[in-house]
Each structure stands twice: as structure tokens, then as C-alpha cells.
């Protein structure tokens, strides 16, 4: 195969999984559609119908993310646009795990619009960079960024169930007591999920720090300081938390904060593609 026809080969590859991931955020949308039905009608119930459209967004993300995997030969986090991706690929694989668990089926209708607005922007944005070059596969660096946007995925998650903490906390303050109130765990449950949320993302995203160290090469230091304070900020939420030096609303409101935080540091992720881009 020449390389006029190798490259024809992988625009059809960048055709066929782009159109998984057109597929992908359709399921999710047709959650966020169907949720947005059920509460203008005033009769919201989660049932299972969220959980299955997300299951199947999460299906065609993965097809996604193998067929771009084995296209570019490596994980596929080489640009913006996959580390987008694969950030909505985290976060619909934590609530796969985590959701039934904790009976959260409700979560889905919350973390749908998150999942389809971070697709929808990937796919819109002009930031799917192909490079010409195949770079070769640093296992180490590869490692600390999957790692690290996998804790992104709890973390996401966690933002989200503060977000219905707050809600929920928000209506018995008020005494407007709608639809969706009646569907929503308990706040106890709420707070243990987001508790557990955090700590399992902070393990992950310590993990992807710390194996950082190996992949030999400088990291930019504006990064690994940014990175760095992501930890601290959880590491804080944590421990205020462990010694009850935090009210539960209040780690809540801090979990979408530090979800905040971390997603200005997408940028700096797409280093695992710009490392060694001289041949």
C-alpha cells in the first residue's frame, strides 16, 4: 500500500468513527429530550429509558474510541478533540458503574446534557487535528493521561450529583416541591455517592500524577503546577469533609467548582500528542 492509498484509508477511518460519535450523541440527546418532555408535562419519572440511552451513547463512544485508537496507533488523547472524547467517554462509563449501585438511576437525566454538550462541542469545534506522523507510543505518558481524564470522569460525576444536592436541598428550603423532587435520592445518598465519587477520582487522579514521574520527559511546568493544584483543591474538599469541617451543601457547591477548575486543564493534556513531535 502506498501512501497515497494508506491515506485514503485513514480518512475513511476518520469518516466511519466520526459517524459512531454523530450516532453516540443522538442516544444522549434523546435522553436530554425525553427528560426535558417529562418535566414540561409535570410528570417526570426516570424509569429505565435513561439508563439505556446512555448505555448505548456509551457503546458507540467505545466503537468510537477503538477504531481512533487503532487508526492512530496509540491511545487516542493525540488532540483536543479525542481528549473531549474520551473526558465524555469517562464520564458515561463512571455513571455506568456507579449509577445502578447507588440507585442514581435519575443521575442519567443529568448527566446526558453534560455528555451530549461536551460531543456536541467536540464535533462542532474545528480542533480535530490529524497528524501526519505517527508518533511512537510512550506507555507512561499514555497511562497518566487516561488516568487522569478518568478521574476527570468522577469528578464529573460528582459535580453532577452536587448539583442535584443542591436542587433537592434548594426545594425543601423553598417548599416548591415539584415533580422531579419525588424521584431524586435522599440527600443522605446523595452525599455518600458524592463522598464516594471524590474519593475514588482523587485515587485516580493521584495515581495519573504520580506515574508522571516516569514517563521520561520534563513536564511543562506551567501544567504539572496548574495539575498540582487541582489535587490540592480535592485534596481539601476531602479532607473537610473527613473532619466535618465542611457542611454537606458546601462540599457540594465545591464539587462543581473543582469540576470547573479541572476542565481548564484540558489543554494541557493533549501534550501526550505534541511530546516528540519532531522526528
Known amino acids: 500500500m502506498d501512501l497515497r492509498e494508506a ?7 476518520y469518516l466511519v468513527d466520526r459517524h459512531l460519535l454523530i450516532v453516540s450523541t443522538i442516544c444522549f440527546l434523546a435522553a436530554v429530550v425525553r427528560t426535558i418532555a417529562a418535566l ?3 410528570v417526570f419519572r426516570p424509569g429505565r429509558f435513561n439508563f439505556l440511552a446512555v448505555g448505548l451513547g456509551f457503546i458507540f463512544q467505545t466503537a468510537f474510541l477503538s477504531i481512533r485508537g487503532h487508526a ?8 483536543l478533540f479525542e481528549v473531549f472524547i474520551f473526558l465524555a467517554w469517562s464520564i ?3 455513571y455506568m458503574l456507579i449509577g445502578p449501585a447507588y440507585r442514581l438511576s435519575l443521575m442519567g437525566a443529568f448527566t446526558a446534557p453534560l455528555v451530549f454538550l461536551i460531543q456536541t462541542f467536540a464535533l462542532l469545534a474545528p480542533i ?5 506522523v505517527k508518533l511512537p507510543a510512550n506507555p507512561w505518558l499514555e497511562f497518566h493521561a487516561s488516568m487522569s481524564l478518568v478521574a476527570y470522569g468522577a469528578f464529573a460525576l460528582a459535580c453532577v450529583a452536587g448539583v442535584m444536592y443542591l436542587v433537592q436541598e434548594r426545594q425543601l428550603k423553598t417548599h416548591q416541591l415539584r415533580s422531579i423532587f419525588y424521584h431524586l435520592p435522599p440527600l443522605t445518598n446523595l452525599f455518600a455517592a458524592i463522598t464516594r465519587l471524590l474519593w475514588w477520582g482523587f485515587a485516580l487522579y493521584t495515581l ?3 506515574s508522571g514521574f516516569f514517563i ?11 495539575a498540582f493544584g487541582v489535587w490540592l483543591l480535592y485534596a481539601a474538599i476531602l479532607q473537610g469533609r473527613h473532619f ?18 479541572a476542565l481548564t486543564l484540558l489543554w494541557g493534556i493533549t501534550f501526550a500528542a505534541q511530546m516528540h513531535s519532531l522526528p
Request: proline share 7%; charged share 15%; glycine share 8%.
Open 128 to 132: 480535530d487535528v490529524r497528524h501526519a
Open 92 to 94: 458515561a462509563l463512571i
Open 216 to 226: 521520561g520527559e520534563p513536564l511543562p511546568w506551567v501544567q504539572a503546577v496548574c
Open 208 to 210: 495519573g500524577l504520580a
Open 40 to 42: 414540561r408535562a409535570g
Open 244 to 261: 466535618r469541617q465542611l457542611a454537606p451543601r458546601r462540599v457540594a457547591a465545591l464539587c462543581i467548582v473543582g469540576f470547573s477548575a
Open 7 to 13: 491515506r485514503r484509508a485513514l480518512q475513511l477511518i
Open 72 to 79: 492512530v496507533g496509540r491511545c487516542p488523547i493525540t488532540n
